[in-house]
């Protein structure tokens, strides 16, 4: 589980971007985060995914303030925390296993980073989370040869590779067509089901959120102005938002 109490970031003095944001989070939701362009979604979602520092607020992860952690005990603790950006980079020429596989190097030896070679566990837990989002045959195939939603699904078995326990996605499905973005909400919301994964994603489409996620939030004025179980959002409640 996951709190985070009065959490605030400013960018000067008086102007802040998030202020006072506290909710609680629990293994297994699939949040879908949704707010008018320039609220804030990008910061609060790399503020969760400690890949940014905010200038208030306690964040506490099973019982454990992160402020009282020793600095091993923090870097073990952002181990569980992947951040997935709108457009992830990718070495084009490299297949999909070998990306995924790419998850792990963290816990890898040093000798075998350096041969690149993968042992037979790693190889098979590649495949395994390839499989588990739907992209198995798709194993050997080159990154430049994988459509948008494959590539974001390769990203999140990397993530998964890497052992993540939280996932935080911004936009993961930007750009794609609606069939595809259909697709890869759906082995999201699996992953959760099935895993016991936490994922939370900021979406431009209510439709997506209201249709997959298990949970919304609605960002408005630096605040959580919303934060319901998933379902069709009444118009007042899209006016609190947008």
């Given at each position: 589980m996951i709190m985070v109490r009065n959490l605030s970031k400013r960018f000067s003095p008086g102007?802040?971007?998030?202020?006072?944001?506290?909710?609680?989070?629990?293994r297994g939701e699939l949040i879908g985060l949704i707010g008018a362009g320039g609220s804030g979604k990008t910061t609060l979602l790399r503020c969760i995914a400690l890949k940014e520092k905010w200038d208030d607020g306690?964040?506490?992860?099973?019982?454990?303030?992160?402020?009282?952690l020793s600095l091993t005990d923090k870097l073990k603790l952002r181990r569980d925390w992947v951040f997935?950006?709108?457009?992830?980079?990718?070495?084009?020429?490299?297949?999909?296993l070998k990306t995924v596989l790419a998850g792990s190097a963290w816990r890898t030896p040093l000798w075998r980073l350096l041969v690149g070679k993968a042992s037979m566990d790693e190889h098979m837990s590649g495949m395994?989370?390839?499989?588990?989002?739907?992209?198995?045959?798709?194993?050997e195939h080159k990154m430049e040869h994988l459509s948008g939603g494959e590539r974001q699904r390769v990203a999140i078995a990397r993530a998964m590779m890497h052992g993540a326990k939280w996932i935080?996605?911004?936009?993961?499905?930007?750009?794609?067509?609606?069939?595809t973005a259909e697709s890869v909400m759906a082995h999201l919301r699996e992953?959760?089901?099935?895993?016991?994964?936490?994922?939370?994603?900021?979406l431009h489409d209510v439709r997506l959120?209201?249709?997959?996620?298990?949970?919304i939030w609605g960002l408005s004025g630096g605040k959580i102005v919303?934060?319901?179980?998933?379902?069709?959002?009444t118009e007042r409640e899209k006016q609190l938002i947008f």
């Open positions: 102007e802040a971007l998030l202020n006072n944001i506290s909710f609680q989070i629990d306690e964040l506490i992860v099973d019982g454990k303030n992160l402020a009282q997935l950006a709108e457009k992830e980079s990718f070495n084009p020429r490299r297949s999909a395994d989370y390839l499989e588990k989002v739907g992209l198995l045959n798709r194993a935080v996605i911004d936009e993961p499905v930007s750009g794609l067509d609606p069939a992953l959760c089901l099935k895993l016991q994964t936490t994922i939370i994603c900021s959120a209201e249709k997959y996620t298990t949970r919303l934060d319901i179980p998933a379902r069709r959002l």
